[in-house]
């Protein structure tokens, strides 16, 4: 794919959606870093039904930690992986209290170094709530950026690596949400709406769907 194709691309995103924003819900760093670990291996929607029971309880990280890793866990139960969680969550608590005073670092290496936070989290987080051109791999865009010939790669951290360097600057920071918008309700794993896509005529994939027949 060229420059021009990707130019086009990223402007007909923009214009379709202007502001994109996470549907993770929060309202504070501290709130999306905790809502962004809970949604590794789980939905958004999970997600947020879970920390809307929870954040008016507790949604600092010393009320977190003072409710311990047992109490944690029946807030966030219907949650996949939620034991293991809860331990990361309370763990990345105390953390933050020891060695930021309770806030939430803005740099990499400080973030990924908080248990269950890698480097697609850390990314998450620095772009979500820092404004920082970061580039969050996760299936949806590993998925689009295969498929469509945007920024094609055998790994999350080439088609990283790559986005960072073929998406224009002036559409790096918003990016990110709507490469994930595209591929959860257009460019789908199973099959893709390319009929209803904005970009496939602009779009490398050759198997293109065809517009389901009305019964």
Known sequence: MNAAKRLEIFTRFRAANPSPKT????????????????SAQATDVSVNKA????????????KILALGVDELASYIRTIGLFRTK?????????????????????????????????????????????????????????????????????NVDIVEQKLLKFIPKEFLHDAHHWLIL??????????PQCWNCMIADLCDYKDKSPMPAVV
């Open 23 to 38: 549907e993770l819900e929060y309202t504070t760093p501290f709130e999306l870093l905790i809502a962004v670990l809970l």
């Open 51 to 62: 920390t809307r029971l929870l954040y008016p309880v507790a949604n600092t990280p010393a």
């Open 86 to 154: 809860a331990k990361n969550v309370i763990a990345t608590c105390q953390i933050l209290l020891e060695q930021h005073g309770g806030e939430v670092p803005r740099d990499r290496e400080s973030l990924e170094a908080l248990p269950g936070v890698g480097r697609k989290t850390a990314n998450v987080v620095m772009n979500t709530a820092f404004g920082e051109p970061t580039m969050a791999v996760d299936t949806h865009i590993f998925r689009v950026s295969n498929r469509t010939g945007i920024a094609p790669g055998k």
């Open 182 to 191: 595209h591929g959860r309700y257009t460019c789908t794993a199973r099959k």
